[in-house]
């Protein structure tokens, strides 16, 4: 398992995969990355003090994961990433956090005291297939009221059962209102929920163009960000 790397094209920065408590909701259908998360602290916390070691802080910028949201580190944890923050001259942070987190998010800017990226895993703004099909218990109506709380919605393609007007749909809102997101090409895994490959195909040929596009980044495969299994 790789836990930590550099992102040297788009926005660059360093990112760390830590362990987390479990997710907090844990129920999507599509998802077997909740795996990876624990409930021993101090192994945790050890597993992550060695993973952060690695941070240089030479782009000063910072994206940090687990297996759920930024809320679900330890403790001791999140107290050595402010240290390294201060540490390294980190300037700018990226996190992600469920919508059930929304209205404690300014916890972890007061917390850290840099600007903070604030991601969600969206998958899509069909509010039908994200929360009946994907389980996602994200149950906000729009755009506008994501971005009440968020900065950058992490999207998904090619699941089957999909529709290619949804995903122009998608597109079309992420393009026109946000200026930074992450567009995930769906990868099967151990789940039900399959991989629909004439739609990959289509949307990797359609929107080719979001390659060249600094606020959109497309994830082909699970590890393009170069940390995970």
């Not at 930590?4 to 998802?31: A, D, H, M």
């Not at 945790?44 to 030479?58: D, F, H, S, Y």
């Not at 895993?121 to 971005?147: C, M, S, W």
Request: glycine share 6%; with cysteine.
């Amino acid at each position: 398992m790789d836990r930590y790397s550099e992102i040297t094209n788009k926005n660059q920065r360093e990112i760390v995969l830590l362990k987390g408590f479990p997710c907090v909701w844990g129920k999507c259908s599509f998802c077997d990355y909740i795996e990876d998360n624990g409930t021993q602290e101090d192994e945790m916390n050890r597993l992550n003090e060695q993973v952060l070691a690695n941070i240089t802080g030479k782009y000063k910028v910072l994206e940090v994961i687990n297996s759920g949201s930024c809320f679900e580190l330890p403790k001791a944890t999140l107290w050595r990433i402010r240290e390294i923050i201060k540490e390294k001259g980190i300037e700018k942070l990226f996190l992600e956090s469920h919508w059930c987190y929304k209205n404690r998010l300014q916890e972890m800017r007061d917390f850290f005291g840099i600007p903070i990226i604030f991601k969600i895993g969206v998958e899509t703004f069909d509010y039908t297939f994200r929360n009946e099909f994907l389980n996602k218990n994200a149950k906000f109506q729009d755009y506008k009221e994501l971005k009440q709380y968020f900065d950058s919605p992490c999207m998904m393609v090619g699941i089957k059962g999909q529709a290619k007007e949804m995903i122009e749909r998608d597109m079309a809102i992420v393009e026109a209102n946000f200026d930074h997101a992450t567009i995930n090409v769906y990868v099967n895994n151990t789940t039900a929920i399959k991989r629909d490959e004439e739609l990959v195909t289509w949307f990797v040929e359609k929107y080719a163009y979001l390659d060249k596009d600094p606020r959109f980044e497309v994830l082909y495969n699970n590890t393009d960000f170069g940390v995970g299994d």
